[in-house]
């Protein structure tokens, strides 16, 4: 699933709305705790899910790509965004 690939796992607090769609709430990269201030589903890609989030680090907004396997219930960090 993640070898050779731009991945790497992290761990995430979710929610769901009321129509079921995927609300996250904070997440922890390296030790940092952060915040998810917006989410955008951009969708499936064959077994994952891909969502670009912004979090505050330090009081700046920063771009962040995450992506959901919901088969292992996986998620990870884009290590080009970080």
Request: glycine fraction near 8%.
């Amino acid at each position: 699933m993640l070898n050779g690939s731009k991945w790497k796992e992290l761990p995430v607090i979710a929610s769901f709305d009321s129509q079921g769609h995927v609300k996250l709430l904070y997440l922890r990269i390296n030790g940092e705790r952060y915040e998810v201030l917006t989410c955008t589903d951009q969708g499936a890609l064959g077994t994952y899910h891909v969502y670009d989030v912004t979090v505050e680090n330090y009081g700046r907004t920063v771009p962040v790509r995450l992506a959901f396997w919901p088969d292992t219930m996986v998620w990870c960090y884009s290590i080009d965004c970080i």
